[in-house]
């Protein structure tokens, strides 16, 4: 690993447990074992290394689920695959996955929260990447364009709404919970596997 990806890998590993603001340079520098003049050469401002670490994270995340979709296979199963991989992650099961603390683009977006923000938009659009998963999963097994885009938006919603039940009050199972939900909710949409 090369001294920019250890100093964003670091930095998000501190940023997720301990928050941003609450982490100061010093800290990620000590930690990464890196000079100043290091972090300097790579990042402009502690700003630009903040969207690095949203990139490195999106990109982690959403291989991961990629990933876990895949292995769970076509169809609506691939649906079931996001929540199973939740519940994963919820209960520390799942390798790929650090301890959980929530979902780092909420924490990072409440810490910037004027939607102008690079930050801000950056988390905004991992948000938006991951509910297209859900939408390009219904068009494969091919549900109408409405089905689609109501499918897709109450999907990312059942998938938010865990993660923040699983965080903030410690309700673990809310990934298995979401995905019953989502189940249920696809079949009165009228949505089934091909």
């Given at each position: ?116 923000h690079p930050v801000h938009q950056r988390c905004a659009d991992h948000k938006q990447s991951i509910k297209q ?62």
């Amino acid at each position: 690993m090369d001294k920019r990806q250890q100093l964003v890998a670091c930095a998000f590993e501190l940023f997720y447990c301990h928050g941003i603001h609450a982490v100061g340079i010093n800290q990620v520098l000590q930690e990464a074992g890196v000079a100043k003049k290091t972090l300097y050469h790579h990042f402009s401002s502690k700003d630009a290394l903040i969207e690095a670490v949203v990139a490195y994270r999106h990109q982690e995340f959403k291989n991961w689920l990629i990933s876990r979709i895949q292995a769970s296979g076509e169809g609506l199963l691939a649906v079931q695959g996001v929540f199973a991989a939740l519940d994963d992650w919820f209960h520390e099961r799942d390798p790929m996955m650090r301890p959980f603390h929530g979902c780092f683009f909420i924490h990072a977006s409440g810490e910037y929260a004027n939607p102008e923000h690079p930050v801000h938009q950056r988390c905004a659009d991992h948000k938006q990447s991951i509910k297209q998963l859900f939408a390009d999963i219904l068009d494969q097994v091919g549900a109408t364009p409405e089905q689609v885009r109501q499918g897709a938006d109450t999907l990312a919603l059942l998938k938010e709404g865990a993660i923040v039940q699983a965080h903030v009050c410690g309700e673990l199972d809310a990934g298995r919970q979401a995905g019953q939900l989502a189940m249920t909710y696809l079949k009165q949409l009228g949505v089934q596997s091909e």
